[in-house]
C-alpha cells in the first residue's frame, strides 16, 4: 500500500543489495525502478545508499535486521541514514524481527523514528507472535500517511479471525519473553555448533541464521541436498537473493533443533 501511495512509473525505490525480496516486487508492481545499493559483508552500508540517490529517489526499504543475511544497522548507523537522506524521501523500517533482538546497540525503528513525517515502521504478527498464515501486521506512521494510507485501504482488508487472534496474542507475554530467550539460546547453541565444520554465520539476531559455507568441506547445495533427504529444509539464497553458497537456517523448536544437530552430525561422519 505504501508503494501504492508513494510511487508513479519511473520514481525510484532504493534497496539495499540483499534485502527482504518483498520490497522489490511491490514497487514493481507499481512501475517504480528499483535501485540496489551495494552492501559490506552481507551488511546495510549507509553511504552505499546515499550514493544511489537520484532526484526520483521517493522511498528507501530496509529491513533491520533483514531476512535472510541477519546483520542490521545499530541505532546510530539507523539515524544517521536518516539525517543524511532528502527530508522528502520516505524511510520504510520493517521491524519484522525486532522482538527478538538481544543486541545492545540495536533500537526498533519504532523506538528510534517517534513522531517522524518522513520514517513508515512495519510490525508483523507474522513472527514473535506466530500467525504469520493470518496475514495480520501493522504500521506507525504520520497521521497524514495514515489517513492517506485508509483512501486507498481496500474494505476487505485484515479479516476479523486474525484481529481476534493478533489481539489474544499480545496478552500472552509469557510466550513472547519465552520464545526470545528459547531463540537466543538455540540460535548461540547452532552457531557455536555448526563452526566445528567451518560453518560461519552472523551474529546472533533475530530467528535465523545466515550459514556461509566457503570454508567448509561440503558446498552449501550438497548440505542442502542430504539434509532434504533427512526431511529438513534449509532456505537457499542462491536464486531469489542472488547469494551463493550460503543458506539460511530457521531456528526451530527444541525437538527440531535437536534433530538438525544430529543429522548435521551424521552428514559430516561420512
Ligand atoms: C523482513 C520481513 N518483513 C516482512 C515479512 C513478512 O511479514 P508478513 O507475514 O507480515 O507479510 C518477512 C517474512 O518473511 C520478513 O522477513
Not at 516486487?25 to 540517490?53: D, H, P, T
Not at 501493522?138 to 485508509?150: E, P, R, T, V
Not at 547452532?190 to 560461519?200: G, P, Q, R
Given at each position: 500500500m505504501?508503494?501504492q501511495?508513494?510511487?508513479?512509473?519511473?520514481?525510484?525505490v532504493?534497496?539495499?543489495?540483499?534485502s527482504?525480496?518483498?520490497y522489490r516486487?511491490y514497487?514493481?508492481?507499481?512501475?517504480?525502478?528499483?535501485?540496489f545499493?551495494?552492501?559490506?559483508n552481507?551488511?546495510?552500508?549507509?553511504?552505499?545508499?546515499?550514493?544511489?540517490?537520484?532526484?526520483?529517489?521517493?522511498i528507501v526499504?530496509?529491513a533491520?535486521?533483514?531476512?535472510?543475511?541477519?546483520?542490521?544497522?545499530?541505532?546510530f548507523e539507523?539515524?544517521?541514514?536518516?539525517?543524511?537522506?532528502?527530508?522528502?524521501i520516505?524511510?520504510?523500517?520493517?521491524?519484522a524481527?525486532?522482538?527478538?533482538?538481544?543486541?545492545?546497540?540495536?533500537?526498533s525503528?519504532?523506538?528510534?523514528?517517534?513522531?517522524k513525517q518522513?520514517v513508515?515502521?512495519?510490525?508483523?504478527?507474522?513472527?514473535?507472535?506466530?500467525l504469520?498464515?493470518?496475514r495480520?501486521?501493522w504500521?506507525?506512521?504520520?497521521?497524514?500517511?495514515?489517513?492517506a494510507?485508509n483512501v486507498?485501504k481496500?474494505?476487505?482488508n485484515?479479516?476479523?479471525?486474525?484481529?481476534k487472534?493478533a489481539?489474544e496474542?499480545?496478552?500472552d507475554k509469557?510466550?513472547?519473553?519465552?520464545?526470545?530467550k528459547?531463540?537466543?539460546i538455540?540460535?548461540?547453541?547452532?552457531?557455536n555448533?555448526?563452526s566445528?565444520y567451518?560453518?560461519?554465520s552472523?551474529?546472533?539476531?533475530?530467528?535465523?541464521?545466515?550459514?556461509?559455507?566457503?570454508?567448509c568441506?561440503l558446498?552449501?547445495?550438497?548440505?542442502?541436498e542430504?539434509?532434504k533427504?533427512?526431511?529438513?529444509?534449509?532456505?537457499?539464497t542462491e536464486?531469489g537473493?542472488k547469494?551463493?553458497?550460503m543458506?539460511?537456517?530457521?531456528?526451530?523448536?527444541?525437538?527440531?533443533?535437536?534433530k538438525?544437530?544430529?543429522?548435521?552430525?551424521?552428514?559430516?561422519?561420512?
Amino acid at each position: 500500500m505504501l508503494c501504492q501511495l508513494f510511487l508513479k512509473p519511473k520514481d525510484e525505490v532504493i534497496l539495499p543489495q540483499f534485502s527482504f525480496l518483498m520490497y522489490r516486487i511491490y514497487a514493481k508492481i507499481v512501475g517504480a525502478k528499483v535501485v540496489f545499493a551495494k552492501e559490506k559483508n552481507f551488511k546495510v552500508s549507509v553511504s552505499e545508499i546515499i550514493k544511489k540517490v537520484s532526484n526520483k529517489t521517493k522511498i528507501v526499504f530496509l529491513a533491520n535486521p533483514n531476512n535472510p543475511t541477519g546483520t542490521y544497522l545499530n541505532s546510530f548507523e539507523l539515524t544517521d541514514l536518516r539525517k543524511r537522506l532528502r527530508k522528502n524521501i520516505l524511510l520504510v523500517v520493517d521491524d519484522a524481527y525486532a522482538e527478538y533482538m538481544q543486541n545492545r546497540d540495536y533500537k526498533s525503528g519504532l523506538d528510534l523514528f517517534k513522531n517522524k513525517q518522513n520514517v513508515f515502521i512495519l510490525r508483523t504478527f507474522s513472527k514473535i507472535y506466530g500467525l504469520s498464515s493470518l496475514r495480520i501486521g501493522w504500521g506507525y506512521g504520520s497521521k497524514k500517511i495514515i489517513d492517506a494510507l485508509n483512501v486507498i485501504k481496500p474494505p476487505f482488508n485484515v479479516n476479523e479471525v486474525a484481529q481476534k487472534a493478533a489481539i489474544e496474542s499480545l496478552k500472552d507475554k509469557k510466550f513472547i519473553s519465552r520464545s526470545v530467550k528459547h531463540n537466543h539460546i538455540y540460535a548461540t547453541k547452532l552457531k557455536n555448533f555448526l563452526s566445528n565444520y567451518d560453518i560461519s554465520s552472523n551474529k546472533v539476531s533475530a530467528n535465523f541464521l545466515l550459514l556461509n559455507f566457503n570454508k567448509c568441506k561440503l558446498r552449501a547445495n550438497s548440505f542442502y541436498e542430504k539434509l532434504k533427504k533427512k526431511g529438513i529444509i534449509l532456505r537457499s539464497t542462491e536464486e531469489g537473493y542472488k547469494i551463493k553458497n550460503m543458506l539460511r537456517l530457521t531456528i526451530g523448536s527444541k525437538e527440531e533443533n535437536m534433530k538438525f544437530i544430529k543429522a548435521t552430525q551424521n552428514i559430516f561422519r561420512k
